[in-house]
């Protein structure tokens, strides 16, 4: 009896530790593709919001930099106008 179970370990070893070897592997294969699939997709859904909230902070700047054109095309005009007062200020003090 003892010969037997000397020999089992072996054989066991031999024929079942392959076995279970391949299906561990396919096993811990198929939950890190499950894990990647998961980590994906929540990367994509942060990288979508991040690219929401950055096109809408570009739309914010891209307002501010039509406000700065629109006070700039304003400058001359006020500086004009200025000019004009000064002009119609010595004009009536001329005619005093």
């Known amino acids: 009896m003892s010969g037997v179970a000397e020999k089992v370990p ?9 076995t279970l070897e391949a ?16 980590v994906d997709a929540r990367f994509e859904v942060l990288d979508s919001k991040m690219d929401a909230r950055f ?7 891209e307002v501010v930099n039509t406000r700065i054109d629109s006070l700039e095309k304003q400058f001359p005009t006020l500086k004009e106008l200025a000019e004009i007062k000064a002009r119609l200020s010595q004009i009536e003090k001329a005619s005093r």
């Open 55 to 61: 096109k809408a902070v570009n739309a914010k700047i």
């Open 10 to 18: 072996g054989w066991v070893e031999r024929l079942l530790i392959p």
């Open 23 to 38: 299906k561990v592997r396919s096993v811990v294969a198929e939950e890190l593709a499950k894990f990647e699939k998961t």
